[in-house]
């Protein structure tokens, strides 16, 4: 249904490139990640997939999975090789017909799922993010691995391996969490065995010119911490910050040097006003509806009919 209405609406923009009396707005796609131990097919998940829908009629929206079956998407947020499994998301959303075709996605990316899709923008982008929105998300990483539920044992056989070798090759080929652990006091460590994060953080000595470019092609980039989260730490790091763990001193992205010399575009973001530091009441992922719709209401909107039309022009002649 969803997919119908969206193809209607971008058959009816094509049209108003030929008869330009006609305006209507664009409504973007949403991609969404998910976090650890959720998995595609839970009721949270599809409800906040309702809500977009409701918030901005007309949002076709993709659930982003890894594995088709739900106790595998699952398994799949604690064990994998995150380079593969991002690499799997790249030609997941290029293979949608409706995402492909799209002149831009939105992406909202819940706790890990959120520097995973900054991982999708700067490594892939096709199709290109406009507005990327995470909530309580690691992009500074982890210094610490969440307490599971006792009788989880995935997630228990996970940290056990987080806790006696996070720098192994084994870990940082397997474990998920280990791919994003950035403990200030083992820097050295991670800038040499981190699998994913101090890659896509472009903090090893060679930088990555695509990563930054990407990045920095964002029309917005919205991150939200959790208040009171005791989850994911330290919280800071949904904001991109740093936090001495003995002191409790938070450096915050602008006093840092990924900001500072701008390995990521971000100065060149916040520059532009389109990074967006936001803080939420609550708990790790405690989201009301309220807040959703209020993200949805800014950033997952419908784009002026100026801006699309130049966008179909230009996949027109793709
Ligand atoms: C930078 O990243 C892009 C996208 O992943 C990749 O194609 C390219 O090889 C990388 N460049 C370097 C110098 O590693
Ligand atoms: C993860 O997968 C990528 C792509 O296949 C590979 O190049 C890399 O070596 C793997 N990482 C580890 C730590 O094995
Ligand atoms: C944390 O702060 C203390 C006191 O200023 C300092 O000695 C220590 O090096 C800092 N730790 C890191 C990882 O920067």
Same mark, same amino acid.
């Given at each position: 249904?969803?997919?119908?209405?969206?193809?209607?609406?971008?058959?009816?923009?094509?049209?108003?490139?030929?008869?330009? $009396?006609?305006?209507? *707005?664009? $409504?973007?796609p949403?991609v969404i990640?998910?976090?650890?131990?959720?998995?595609?097919?839970?009721?949270?998940?599809?409800?906040?997939?309702?809500?977009?829908?409701?918030t901005?009629?007309?949002?076709?929206?993709?659930?982003?999975h890894?594995?088709?079956?739900?106790?595998? *998407?699952r398994?799949?947020?604690f064990?994998?090789?995150?380079? $593969?499994?991002?690499?799997?998301?790249?030609?997941?959303?290029?293979?949608?017909?409706?995402?492909?075709?799209?002149?831009?996605?939105?992406?909202? /990316?819940?706790?890990?799922? /959120?520097?995973?899709?900054?991982?999708?923008?700067?490594?892939?982008n096709?199709?290109?993010?406009?507005?990327?929105?995470?909530?309580?998300?690691? #992009?500074?990483?982890?210094?610490?691995?969440?307490?599971? @539920?006792?009788?989880?044992?995935?997630?228990?056989?996970?940290?056990?391996?987080?806790?006696?070798?996070?720098?192994?090759?084994?870990?940082?080929?397997?474990?998920?969490?280990?791919?994003?652990?950035?403990?200030?006091?083992?820097?050295?460590?991670?800038?040499?065995?981190?699998?994913?994060?101090?890659?896509i953080?472009?903090?090893?000595?060679?930088?990555?010119?695509t990563? @930054?470019?990407?990045?920095?092609?964002?029309n917005?980039f919205?991150?939200?911490?959790?208040?009171?989260?005791?989850?994911?730490?330290?919280?800071?790091?949904?904001?991109?910050?740093?936090?001495?763990a003995?002191?409790?001193?938070?450096?915050?992205?602008?006093?840092?040097?990924?900001?500072?010399?701008?390995?990521?575009?971000?100065?060149?973001?916040? @520059?532009a006003?389109?990074?967006?530091?936001?803080?939420?009441? /609550?708990?790790?992922?405690?989201?009301?509806?309220?807040v959703?719709q *209020?993200?949805?209401?800014?950033?997952?909107a419908?784009?002026?009919?100026?801006?699309?039309?130049?966008?179909l022009?230009?996949? #027109?002649?793709?």
């Amino acid at each position: 249904m969803r997919s119908i209405t969206l193809l209607a609406t971008l058959a009816t923009s094509a049209l108003s490139i030929v008869l330009p $009396q006609s305006s209507e *707005d664009v $409504q973007l796609p949403l991609v969404i990640w998910h976090g650890l131990g959720d998995d595609f097919q839970r009721e949270g998940l599809a409800s906040v997939a309702e809500l977009a829908e409701a918030t901005n009629p007309g949002t076709y929206v993709h659930l982003i999975h890894l594995v088709d079956d739900g106790s595998g *998407d699952r398994s799949a947020t604690f064990f994998g090789n995150v380079t $593969q499994q991002i690499e799997i998301v790249c030609e997941q959303l290029a293979a949608d017909p409706i995402l492909s075709t799209a002149p831009a996605i939105n992406a909202l /990316g819940f706790s890990q799922g /959120g520097q995973f899709l900054r991982g999708y923008i700067e490594r892939c982008n096709t199709p290109p993010v406009h507005n990327l929105v995470t909530f309580g998300s690691q #992009h500074n990483g982890i210094s610490e691995f969440e307490s599971c @539920k006792y009788n989880d044992w995935i997630c228990n056989g996970a940290e056990a391996l987080l806790r006696s070798g996070r720098w192994t090759n084994f870990a940082q080929s397997r474990v998920v969490p280990a791919q994003y652990f950035r403990d200030p006091r083992e820097l050295d460590q991670y800038l040499a065995y981190s699998n994913f994060l101090a890659d896509i953080n472009n903090e090893r000595e060679e930088k990555n010119e695509t990563y @930054k470019k990407n990045l920095a092609s964002l029309n917005k980039f919205a991150m939200f911490m959790f208040e009171e989260d005791t989850v994911a730490v330290p919280k800071e790091s949904a904001l991109f910050a740093e936090v001495n763990a003995t002191t409790g001193e938070v450096t915050h992205l602008q006093d840092r040097e990924i900001y500072q010399a701008d390995w990521l575009g971000l100065k060149q973001l916040d @520059k532009a006003g389109r990074l967006d530091f936001k803080t939420t009441p /609550g708990q790790h992922m405690h989201l009301s509806e309220e807040v959703l719709q *209020d993200a949805f209401k800014e950033y997952f909107a419908p784009l002026e009919n100026k801006w699309h039309m130049s966008g179909l022009v230009v996949q #027109h002649d793709a």
